[in-house]
């Protein structure tokens, strides 16, 4: 299995800030590499496919870079609603694996 | 757009076997587009993909949880079903539907999860 690699479980950001999460995988999957956007008991959100394309209607402010092993989202201006636990997810091979995710608090 | 709906018991014994259905709606569950997945999350741990099924009927399963689970798909209800037998404490988690977009390679879709406890 293609073990993915989130090494900050959590960080904290104040409203504007500029925000990067990185996700590291165990093996090169290329750029086969999606984002998704978790809050508490509701549906997760794809933010960003294939590395670095931006899902219809995503706000802009979300950007997403890398291949290999090596992948970074950024958030440009943190908003309000922007607070939650972002997942990386390989999709280079079966079995599909996540992240552990990293949780965007509240400074 | 495609709306996911997990229905199911909320807990279950130990050793017993877990089902979940998932209902798809506002698109035909009969499409080359997906797959229909199921993922779970255990408190306080990552996201688990479990599995996955075709409209066809071929699956792809987790080897990690492979000789206990049973994905299928019944296209006359719009609905698709996750077993998983010989359950313990360690499968209590939230449990997902998603759809996984096959020439895309991502989850578009995904219900918004249903909490299944084993415990006697």
């Known amino acids: 299995d293609i073990q993915m690699t989130q090494s900050s479980p959590s960080l904290s950001a104040s409203v504007g800030d500029r925000v990067t999460i990185t996700c590291r995988a165990s093996q090169s999957i290329s750029s086969y590499l999606d984002w998704y956007q978790h809050n508490p008991g509701k549906a997760p959100k794809l933010l960003i496919y294939a590395a670095s394309s931006l899902q219809s209607g995503v706000p802009s402010r979300f950007s997403g870079s890398g291949s290999g092993t090596d992948f970074t989202l950024t958030i440009s201006s943190l908003q309000p609603e922007d607070f939650a636990t972002y997942y990386c997810?390989?999709?280079?091979?079966?079995?599909?694996?996540f992240g552990g995710g990293t949780k965007v608090e509240i400074k | 757009q495609v709306q996911l709906q997990e229905s199911g018991p909320g807990l279950v014994k130990p050793s017993q076997t877990l089902s979940l259905t998932c209902t798809v709606s506002?698109?035909?569950?009969?499409?080359?587009?997906?797959?229909w997945s199921w993922i779970r999350q255990p408190a306080g741990k990552g996201l688990e993909c479990i599995g996955r099924?075709?409209?066809?009927?071929?699956?792809i399963y987790n080897p990690s949880l492979k000789s206990r689970v049973t994905i299928s798909v019944d296209t006359s209800k719009s609905q698709f079903s996750l077993k998983l037998s010989s359950v313990t404490a360690a499968d209590t988690a939230v449990y997902y539907c998603a759809s996984w977009e096959i020439a895309a390679r991502y989850f578009d879709y995904w219900g918004q999860g249903t909490l299944v406890t084993v415990s006697s």
């Open positions: 997810q390989q999709s280079y091979s079966t079995p599909l694996t």
């Open positions: 506002g698109g035909s569950i009969i499409s080359d587009t997906y797959y």
């Open positions: 099924i075709s409209t066809s009927g071929s699956t």
